[in-house]
């Protein structure tokens, strides 16, 4: 079974950057896509970035140029750098991959369990 774990949450200053992981652990498993959600309070969780494992982003249109997504395949790890940041970024970020198992190709989704980014002064 595949787990997700997210760091690098925190609380920082307007304008401000921080830097989410988000490490896979578990075997026999290969990942597809990795995306990145966001859910602030009060609203609907909601994609903020994704990349497949070849590299393809895809980004939230109001994200774009601020947020970049990244993986490291060998680790089973993807990356949020989040620069510019402004108090309405402020949301439980959440990650979420496809894992696909070696055995018998089945394709199933997984939840992190989020990481809390607070952008206030």
């Known amino acids: 079974q595949v787990q997700l774990v997210e760091s690098g949450g925190g609380l920082v200053q307007p304008g401000g950057s921080l830097r989410l992981s988000c490490a896979a652990s578990?075997?026999?498993?290969?990942?597809?896509?990795m995306d990145w959600y966001r859910q602030a309070p009060g609203k609907e969780r909601a994609l903020v970035a994704a990349i497949t494992s070849g590299g393809s982003t895809y980004y939230a249109d109001s994200l774009k140029g601020r947020f970049t997504i990244s993986r490291d395949n060998a680790k089973n790890t993807v990356y949020l750098q989040m620069n510019s940041l402004k108090p309405e970024d402020t949301a439980v970020y959440y990650c979420?991959?496809?894992?696909?198992?070696?055995?018998?190709?089945?394709?199933?989704?997984?939840w992190g369990q989020g990481t809390q980014v607070t952008v206030s002064s």
């Open positions: 578990g075997s026999g498993f290969r990942l597809n896509t």
């Open positions: 979420y991959a496809e894992a696909v198992t070696y055995w018998d190709s089945t394709a199933y989704g997984v």
